[in-house]
């Protein structure tokens, strides 16, 4: 399979979707809350994803997106595409720079491609498997720490304002450092800009797909809590747990940090 030019239809759609967004202001726009999880969606979400869907799928290739009707024939898809329009909403309403565009690929219910981009911070993350990763087209990598000691760790904003990162602020050796998108954070990290970004409560695999691509192409880890590989494409699309960073340093935090013995409460 040719992933340069999957790379490519990526990149191209990506950018397609942030000029759909350009005419809204992060900050400055109307939303309507979601009746599901009570998250907000706005017309800029709806204007991304018409951009993505008309621009990404060929005949054959199944499609899941947070803002589209699920279409189940994508299960017996071998090649999916999984996406965001704007993953972080609620951090583009309120105006904080920490939301993206999300897109991931799956061949075989496994991410192999993926890209992010963030257009306030003109940040683009593009890799794949086999080809690695790039960071605003330069070469990069997952920092593989082996000692966690004054590592960076990205946490959601909302979930350090429920509490549930202060056991981690208090005993941890590494700095816990906020961040909004979940697919901003694990992209990130494939990028080398942190070492690594975890969650303990269920995300939708459009959060994740994407990122857990780049973290594959750039050298590191997406597991579940429990240290299992996470699946993609399922009848119901969610991701109980999951944990991001370099193989060694995943393998740390889930014996150390994060196994589901600790009770949560961790060392």
């Not at 959060?207 to 192409?217: H, I, K, P, T, W």
Request: hydrophobic share 40%; aromatic share 6%.
């Amino acid at each position: 399979m040719n992933r340069i030019r999957d790379l490519d239809r990526i990149r191209d759609a990506l950018r397609a979707a942030a000029e759909a967004i350009a005419p809204f202001t992060p900050g400055d726009i109307e939303h309507v809350t979601k009746e599901r999880r009570g998250d907000p969606l706005t017309e800029a979400d709806l204007a991304a994803d018409r951009v993505l869907r008309e621009t990404l799928p060929e005949p054959g290739e199944g499609w899941l997106s947070e803002e589209s009707a699920d279409d189940e024939s994508r299960l017996s898809c071998r090649r999916v595409w999984i996406v965001d329009p704007i993953d972080g909403t609620r951090e583009f309403v309120e105006g904080i720079p920490e939301w993206c565009i999300s897109i991931g690929l799956l061949e075989d219910d496994e991410p192999v491609a993926g890209g992010i981009l963030n257009p306030v911070t003109e940040e683009l993350v593009l890799g794949a498997v086999g080809e690695g990763v790039t960071y605003n087209g330069e070469p990069v990598r997952v920092r593989d720490v082996h000692d966690l000691a004054g590592s960076e760790v990205l946490a959601s904003r909302s979930e350090i304002r429920r509490g549930e990162w202060d056991r981690y602020q208090e005993k941890a050796p590494f700095r816990v450092m906020p961040c909004g998108s979940v697919a901003y954070k694990l992209a990130l990290v494939a990028g080398g800009r942190a070492d690594a970004t975890w969650t303990l409560v269920p995300k939708s695999e459009w959060d994740v797909a994407g990122g857990a691509a780049l973290l594959r192409a750039g050298g590191g880890l997406v597991t579940l809590r429990d240290g299992t590989e996470p699946s993609f494409n399922q009848a119901t699309p969610t991701c109980p747990t999951f944990v991001a960073a370099g193989e060694r340093a995943v393998r740390t935090l889930v014996r150390d940090w994060l196994a589901p013995s600790d009770d949560d409460g961790g060392p």
